[in-house]
């Protein structure tokens, strides 16, 4: 039997093994030894311990490492398992293993041991259901199963661009607070309803099974996978999102009698049901940055825009350009460390067609645009001056590259930096937002002054 | 009150990590590296579903076997010991049952609690069958010395 090499040599960093059998008597029995690993050979030498280890039967040979850490408790944990026989060789015991099982968190993080491992947590409480007669699953509390399973926190991607939308109405002197409420409310059902299907999706295909390195930020809300909430209730889930988002936005497309409005709504629906959907499975084809930067930008932007104006305008739409590449930027990122599981699945993702330095550089390339055009837009007044301050942003940006950049392959080191990306996504569209807002506040208190001059003129 | 050696009682309040054998299907060892939780009677050990293999092994062979060997996981004791005993999965209900053996666990590693609090972010991690060990029989080595024979100790009514 062949037993991996680098096990021999990786042996002779513990300090210790410890030997176990099974005794006569029915019980396992066990002792620490000394050994000399030799690499060279089948074989491990082992010092000759005050038990008799026998060697009739086969034992079972553990190192293993700990580091004490006062305080917290311990870390750097690892261990190699060997299973043969031992015999008696020079004066001494030589083990020659059969078999050999290891872990070392240095080489496969723990979340991605626990991750390879919910296979066996399923088996065990199926088991254990059979047992008792009664289903046995692993539960949270409803609120945290449904912010996990509907990934709430997402929804900063529908805000943004939804209030974005209204404040450039809202400069255009339109605001109607009961039609901005339920676009809010439309726009994240409609949200909810995509994040949990892009899971149901995701499960039937394969992909979130075959992601091993889920992050808090990628490789979707996996309580299919640990057994919170069943295919069949997240689809209901989904269909709920769908139906009120689709029920509200109608109810706005009748109040406000906009067929433009329709139009959006239904390529806004379209997009989001097709993005992991049959037949068209868009992000399956390189296709899903695109349109999450379509429905989150200008579908989203010149919605809530038309739901206050009844008409369409190039100002938000233009608007929309920055807030919408951000927000692909954001699924951008997030499918890197996705991306060996989705190229198993067939879904072609830019990061599973694209090498790193392409995967970096198209980083580098859509956030350049989207500052661009936010410097070039606001200075001739196609966009307002104030807007110019989500250019402060830039840096945060250029943090997010370089993160690319060193930890592409170690999806948990990449958290931060897609951390940041959400950052820059959120902190770049509130800016704009904001410098919606000065515009708006500005443009008041020009006439709130015109008013006055005109009164003293008039009184005067 | 335990019948267990002083030294033992003393060994198994400090390790960080202990090495659980279990039997498996085919009547071989499998040892596991695991926290041991001591109340001063019974040896308490976690096992979350997601590990849950050794479980089933003593589920259906409850004889097992804890060895404390590693003097850098005791704060530098030097003896080792081998305790034998029989063992009971407690798993009323898995999400919270175990919690019961928090505060041995919190005393030995009391970042626990800050991974307790996140247990969204790995649910079926904290989804644990309690190990509870009744020791029959121990064997130790005070001074470490693991080439010598070591001294053993049986639970009363125990014959070795």
Redesign the interface.
């Known amino acids: 039997m062949n037993i991996d090499r680098d096990l021999f040599r990786r042996l002779g960093a513990y ?2 093994v ?1 030997i ?3 005794g006569d008597d ?9 050994l000399a690993a030799d690499a060279g050979a089948d074989e491990i030498r082992i ?5 008799a280890v026998p060697t009739d039967r ?3 040979v ?1 190192a ?6 006062p ?4 870390d750097e ?1 690892r ?1 190699i ?1 060997l ?1 043969g026989r031992v015999h008696a060789a020079g004066g001494g015991l030589a083990f020659r293993p059969e078999r050999a099982w290891g872990w070392d968190e240095d080489d496969i993080p723990f ?1 991605e041991y ?1 991750e390879r ?2 296979h ?2 399923s088996k ?2 199926s ?2 259901s059979r047992e008792r007669g009664v289903a ?1 699953k ?3 509390s409803p609120v ?1 199963t449904f ?2 399973a509907t990934r709430l926190p997402f929804l900063t991607a529908t805000f943004v661009p939804i209030l974005l939308g209204l404040a450039i109405a809202a400069r255009d002197g339109v605001f109607h607070w009961g039609f901005a409420i339920a676009t809010v409310i439309a726009g994240a059902a409609v949200h909810i309803g995509l994040n949990v299907a892009n899971d149901v999706f995701d499960t039937l295909s394969g992909a979130d099974d075959a992601n091993v390195n889920p992050t ?1 930020f990628s490789g979707g809300s996996r309580v299919i996978q ?3 909430v069943s295919l069949r209730g997240m689809t209901m889930i989904s269909a709920t999102g769908y139906v009120i988002g689709i029920g509200l936005g109608l109810y706005l497309v009748v109040a406000r009698g906009s067929l433009e409005l329709l139009a959006i709504g239904v390529v806004g629906v379209l997009i989001s049901v097709f993005y992991t959907a049959p037949p068209f499975r868009l992000v399956h084809r390189g296709l899903g940055e695109i349109t999450t930067g379509l429905g989150f930008g200008p579908v989203m932007v010149l919605g809530a825009y038309t739901v206050q104006t009844g008409r369409l305008d190039w100002e938000p739409l233009i608007a929309s350009i920055p807030v919408g590449i951000f927000i692909a930027l954001v699924l951008y990122v997030n499918e890197i460390p996705d991306r060996a599981g989705d190229a198993a699945v067939g879904k072609r993702t830019l990061p599973v067609r694209w090498d790193q330095s392409a995967v970096a550089r198209g980083f580098l390339l859509a956030a350049a645009a989207a500052f661009l055009l936010i410097a070039v837009a606001a200075p001739i007044g196609v966009l307002p001056r104030p807007t110019l301050i989500a250019l402060v942003t830039v840096p945060l940006a250029f943090e997010v590259y370089r993160g690319i950049q060193r930890h592409y392959n170690s999806p948990y080191e990449l958290m931060a930096t897609m951390g940041k990306n959400v950052q820059l996504h959120l902190v770049a569209g509130l800016l704009l937002f904001a410098g919606y807002i000065i515009s708006v506040i500005a443009d008041r208190i020009d006439h709130a002054i015109a008013a006055i001059g005109a009164a003293r003129l008039i009184g005067g | 009150m335990t019948w267990l050696p002083a030294v033992v009682d003393s060994v198994l309040r400090a390790a ?2 202990a ?1 659980l ?3 498996n299907g085919k ?5 596991h ?1 695991l926290i041991p939780l001591w109340d001063g009677e019974r040896i308490y050990m976690t096992s ?6 050794k ?2 092994h003593i589920k259906r ?1 409850p ?3 804890v ?1 404390v ?2 003097p ?2 005791t ?1 530098g004791m030097p003896t ?1 010991c ?1 305790v ?1 005993g029989d063992a009971r999965i407690l ?1 009323d209900d ?2 919270e049952s175990w919690m019961q053996i928090m505060p041995l666990w919190r005393a ?5 609690d800050t991974f307790l609090g996140k ?7 904290f ?1 644990r069958s309690l190990i509870e060990i009744t020791p ?2 121990a ?1 130790v ?1 005070e001074d470490g ?6 001294q053993e100790a049986l639970a009363p009514g125990t014959t070795s």
Not at chain 1, 64 to 69: A, L, M, T
Not at chain 2, 27 to 31: A, N
Not at chain 2, 48 to 53: A, P, Q, T
Not at chain 2, 145 to 150: I, L, Q, R, S
């Open positions: 300090s210790h410890v176990s059998w099974v029915g019980y396992p029995l066990q002792t620490a030894a000394t010092t000759p311990p005050g038990l086969v034992v079972n553990i293993s490492h700990i580091r004490p850490k305080g917290e408790g311990y944990r261990y398992s299973w979340f626990a491992s919910n066996q947590a065990y409480l088991r254990l046995v692993p539960r949270l945290w912010l996990l808090q640990y057994g919170l | 960080l990590v090495e054998t279990v039997i009547g071989e060892p499998i040892t590296p979350s579903v997601l590990f849950s293999r479980v089933e062979n004889k097992v076997s060895a060997t590693d850098v996981a704060g080792r081998t034998q798993e898995p999400h030995k590693e009391p970042a626990i247990r969204f972010a790995l649910p079926l991690f989804e029959r029989r064997l080595w010395d693991v080439t010598k024979v070591p």
